[in-house]
């Protein structure tokens, strides 16, 4: 009886249509044909834009290393904005991640430094080089200053983040023992976030270095300073020596710290 | 005579104004020996411990430490009251990602200086008698593991070892067993029967396991929704003492 009850019901189905995504992807669709003709996009603009850049690679082509002083002077100074920027940014983070966390910091406390960490994320780098350029004036303490920010940004938001997600138990076993604020910091809370907080600053010394090429474009030192004006003076040749020499020294970033990652799994 | 141990009386303790989960505690602790609490789950066993060395803030009532009351102190004062206590926890609530050597050291932060504890340069006679009881819960080669490779039972010498590294004057146990088997269960107490008479120390234990209560402890105490409802030693407890205690009696 229960069988044939089966056989007379409608085929049950495994899985639940999703009517939303289905609207979401159509309404897509639409509004991509709507935008490409508004916004000028034609073939005949994109056969125009490829004969351009043809020429454009054409004479980045051999890429001339003969200025390579320059070269190698502006890498070294973005290479120290990085590093000195994920520095200090790094040492501000530690204790500014511990005062926005929720469940270590009372209220009145992460609130205002959430809202601080907030304020460093919320503005690109670049408008805070133009910033600081604007206010210290030109060369590499601008770059520092603007990547310091960014840091602090990432890593102390993170930070705060990973420490909220801490078991309280050995903290509970370590304050029921008698430690101090401190020392329950440093055994019972640091040791559960530390591996994720290098992870942190090693991906954001990685930031740094790329986006240390590029706050020089604004003023703010370093070998982006150096592209700017190649670009400007139509030394295309140098412009592919400087982008072959960035690339070379993202990858090699990228390799070490790699390798540190993987040493500390 | 001297104070004893540990003296509660009339500790009230109420999460939300108006429910009191602990309804008027008077317990005092004699200076040796295990004292088991029994009771159902949420009849406020953990919070009576916690209350103690205030984990968990009491509402009212006073809890002497050898005469000293707990409940007004603050800051310093309390952490030296606290490193007097030793706690051994269900779950063992050991730093997963310190070793065993450092876990035990955990329980020398209340004495040892801040700088020493971050340059893990504590006095060689701390280090010795981390060793001596590590030596004496059966894990003489554990010290430079890291604690979270090892096993439960493990995990609980440790807790155990951790507890007494304090030199306490008391042991608090908060069901130190129930996450462990029950061979394990019985090995691990065992051991915190046998080490904390050996160190003098009064044990205030959390349990479920009736039996497990009755064979450990020379003091049982008897606690529903909140009071003291059985206060005598195992011998005493009789089948009508734990219907009122857990209530019903099918599952006797």
């Known amino acids: 009886m229960s069988a044939s009850g089966h056989a007379a019901a409608a085929p049950r189905r495994p899985f639940a249509p999703s009517w939303g995504f289905r609207l979401g992807m159509l309404a897509l669709v639409a509004y991509t044909a709507y935008a490409v003709p508004q916004l000028g996009l034609s073939w005949e603009r994109l056969a125009v834009g490829f004969g351009e850049a043809g020429r454009f690679l054409a004479r980045m082509v051999p890429p001339n290393f003969t200025r390579w002083e320059l070269l190698v002077e502006g890498l070294v100074e973005s290479l120290q904005i990085a590093v000195l920027a994920s520095a200090i940014g790094i040492a501000l983070s530690l204790p500014l991640g511990v005062l926005a966390a929720r469940n270590l910091a009372p209220w009145w406390i992460n609130a205002p430094v959430r809202g601080v960490i907030a304020i460093c994320r919320s503005l690109h780098y670049v408008i805070v080089a133009i910033l600081f350029v604007k206010a210290i004036g030109f060369g590499a303490l601008a770059g520092v200053a603007a990547l310091v920010v960014a840091s602090v940004g990432f890593i102390a938001k993170l930070f705060a983040e990973a420490l909220e997600e801490i078991s309280m138990k050995p903290v509970e076993a370590v304050r029921a023992a008698g430690a101090g604020t401190m020392a329950v910091l440093i055994y019972a809370v640091l040791p559960q976030v530390a591996s994720r907080f290098v992870g942190f600053c090693l991906y954001q010394l990685d930031s740094n270095l790329r986006n240390s090429t590029l706050v020089g474009i604004v003023g703010a030192g370093g070998i982006g300073g150096t592209l700017f004006a190649a670009f400007k003076r139509f030394d295309y040749d140098f412009v592919s020596a400087i982008l072959i020499a960035i690339i070379a020294m993202i990858f090699l970033a990228e390799l070490v710290s790699g390798r540190v990652r993987a040493a500390l799994r | ?252």
């Open chain 2, 1 to 252: 005579m001297a104070a004893p141990p540990l003296e509660i009386r009339g500790l009230v303790k109420e999460y939300v104004p108006g429910t009191p989960v602990l309804r008027g505690i008077d317990l005092a602790v004699g200076a040796e020996g295990i004292t088991a609490v029994i009771g159902p789950s949420g009849t406020g066993k953990s919070t009576l411990l916690r209350c103690i060395n205030r984990l968990v803030e009491p509402t009212r009532g006073e809890i002497r430490l050898r005469g000293e009351d707990l409940t007004r102190l603050r800051g310093k004062a309390l952490r030296l009251a606290r490193r007097r206590i030793g706690m051994v926890f269900q779950e063992y609530n050991l730093v997963e990602r310190l070793s065993v050597m450092e876990n035990l050291l955990c329980g020398r932060l209340g004495y040892v200086p801040l700088w020493r504890a971050w340059l893990r340069r504590y006095p060689a006679e701390d280090i010795e008698h981390g060793f001596a009881l590590l030596e004496a819960v059966g894990l003489p080669d554990y010290a430079t593991r890291r604690a979270d490779a090892l096993s439960g039972g493990q995990r609980q010498r440790v807790g155990i070892a951790r507890a007494l590294m304090q030199r306490p004057e008391l042991l608090l146990a908060d069901e130190p067993t129930s996450s462990l088997d029950p061979k394990t269960a019985v090995e691990v107490l065992e051991l915190l029967a046998r080490l904390t008479e050996e160190a003098g120390v009064p044990v205030v234990l959390n349990i479920h396991n009736v039996e497990l209560a009755k064979r450990f402890a020379r003091r049982i105490v008897g606690m529903s929704e909140g009071t003291i409802v059985f206060d005598g030693p195992p011998e005493a407890l009789e089948t009508a003492h734990l219907r009122a205690i857990y209530g019903g009696e099918d599952w006797l």
